[in-house]
């Protein structure tokens, strides 16, 4: 069992920008790849990013490319996301995930955390 964290979520203004934390709590996270989704009102859940597991490979939704960067440190069981230039349209409650395959479906992810809200004000 993983029992993720999300932290660092908050009220920004386009333009802005935040960092995501997703602690894990348990040493197993280092084998997981990593994923963060987000989920805005009205609106199916999306993937954001995803990280495999020794960190060596990441990929992005359209979206975000050029904006978000995400990252891991094993040591710490933390997996972070850094936005940079958030626009409205970002305004979204973001998860992490862990799954054990390589995969950005939601449907495949073994381990969810609770969420954190993120809002960007024109």
């Known amino acids: 069992q993983v029992h993720l964290v999300e932290t660092g979520g908050g009220l920004v203004q386009a333009g802005g920008s935040l960092r995501l934390s997703c602690t894990a709590s348990?040493?197993?996270?280092?084998?997981?790849?990593m994923n963060w989704f987000r989920q805005a009102p009205g609106k199916e859940r999306e993937f954001v990013s995803a990280?495999?597991?020794?960190?060596?490979?990441?990929t992005y939704a359209d979206p975000v490319k050029g904006r978000f960067t995400i990252s891991r440190d094993n040591a710490k069981n933390t997996v972070s996301l850094q936005m940079n230039s958030l626009k409205p349209e970002d305004t979204a409650v973001y998860y992490c995930a862990a799954a054990s395959r390589w995969t950005m479906r939601s449907g495949d992810m073994d381990y969810w955390g609770n969420g954190t809200l993120v809002t960007v004000s024109s």
């Open positions: 990280i495999t597991w020794s960190g060596g490979v990441t």
């Open positions: 348990t040493r197993t996270f280092n084998r997981n790849n």
